[in-house]
């Protein structure tokens, strides 16, 4: 089970290659796209793909599936307007590597790259997360921000329950999963007298 002092000293001995991961990954999803890819092994990941609307302001779901693997899937067919609404446009693997303009080796890389500073998933925007790992039923996540926090935002992303600014850029997080608290004990801070 991961701990604060773990996700801390994993950025520290990782900064370098953790910020290449981010810039890495955010150049290879398209523009207004949103992609969330937990890997649960080297080839079996939790993928989310949000497209933009035709008014971009708006995102709609692509394509969702857990536990997908990504040598061996196979949709499941037929679909419901209910599971198009709700679980993705498309069930096509195929289709949305295409559209993401990725192939099998984009994900290979990409487990790669995370196993290589001790993470599990990401997902882009700013702030682009990085998961780290486990907490019980929750993941220990950095927020990575593109530019440094000023005392505002610092103070807006420690909530002495599931963020805390760390340094520069970087917020820790904590989402806590589909059961348990909300808060972590580790994240909240020392009240000076």
Known sequence: MKTKQDLTKNYDENKIEILELKNHFNKIVPKDFIIRIR???????DFFVYQ???????????????????DQYVPQNPRSDYDKKYHGITNSFIDVKEKLNWTNQTFIDLYNKLEN????????????EIEYGFKGMGVFSYLIFDENLNSDLQEKYSDDCSQMFYKENIVLDYGSGATGSF?????????TE
């Open 117 to 128: 500073v001790n993470c599990m998933g990401i997902s882009n925007g700013d702030p682009t």
């Open 52 to 70: 933009p609307m035709e008014n971009l302001d708006e995102l709609e779901l692509l394509f969702q599936q857990w536990d997908l693997d990504i």
């Open 183 to 191: 808060c972590i004990p580790e994240f909240k801070r020392k009240k």
């Open 39 to 45: 890997y649960n092994s080297s080839d079996n990941i």
